[in-house]
């Protein structure tokens, strides 16, 4: 049967839809949407149990195909760490724009950053998800957390999942300003007590 788009060899069935099988549409997802959506779905992917061999296989098995250079960057920079489609994004456009050195769930102090650029500057997702039970005492306790980070010379940056979708230029622009601000004062040196 001629196919005018792509064929699909395998189909899986999921609540009674037929579908392309996770690895396949990941693949596509990158191939026709880009490096950071691919990215988030790649990070997905290792994060609920698939190997990176097992993408790098199923790209081969796939065959020929346009964008392949995207695909294969996504799968080499797909971490199992990131916690949320927007910590992927973030990190997908933050690469985008050159940025190196970002680590994901970095400790320190007993508390955990989502993001860490540098050794200082930690990047924070806010998800909705976060402030659902007592409002209230988790500011609290995400203010104490962020003071005891900030105490050790951590710099923080927060933004929103919406910030992210919609702006997400604006929010390359402020990290890439916050790291070209602090560099000629020496800030790229680790704080003390972060747990590698």
Not at 4 to 13: A, E, G, P, Q
Not at 19 to 47: M, N, Q
Not at 62 to 83: F, N
Not at 168 to 181: C, H, K
Request: aromatic share 10%.
């Amino acid at each position: 049967m001629a196919c005018r788009r792509r064929c699909v060899d395998t189909w899986v069935d999921v609540y009674g839809v037929r579908t392309t099988p996770p690895i396949r549409t990941f693949i596509d997802i990158a191939r026709d949407h880009g490096f950071a959506k691919g990215l988030i779905a790649a990070d997905w992917l290792l994060a609920n149990g698939f190997e990176r061999d097992d993408l790098y296989r199923e790209l081969a098995a796939a065959g020929p195909m346009r964008h392949v250079r995207v695909v294969r960057r996504c799968i080499a920079l797909a971490t199992a760490q990131s916690e949320s489609p927007y910590e992927s994004l973030a990190r997908a456009v933050l690469i985008e724009a050159g940025v190196q050195g970002i680590e994901l769930q970095v400790w320190a102090g007993g508390f955990r950053m989502d993001m860490l650029i540098g050794g200082w500057l930690a990047i924070e997702i806010d998800g909705d998800v976060k402030y659902s039970d007592d409002p209230g005492l988790t500011i609290r306790q995400e203010y104490e957390r962020q003071k005891s980070l900030g105490n050790m010379g951590f710099v923080f940056l927060r933004y929103s999942p919406r910030h992210l979708r919609e702006r997400p230029g604006d929010f390359v622009q402020q990290v890439l300003f916050r790291l070209e601000a602090a560099a000629p004062h020496g800030a790229s040196q680790y704080p003390r007590q972060i747990r590698r």
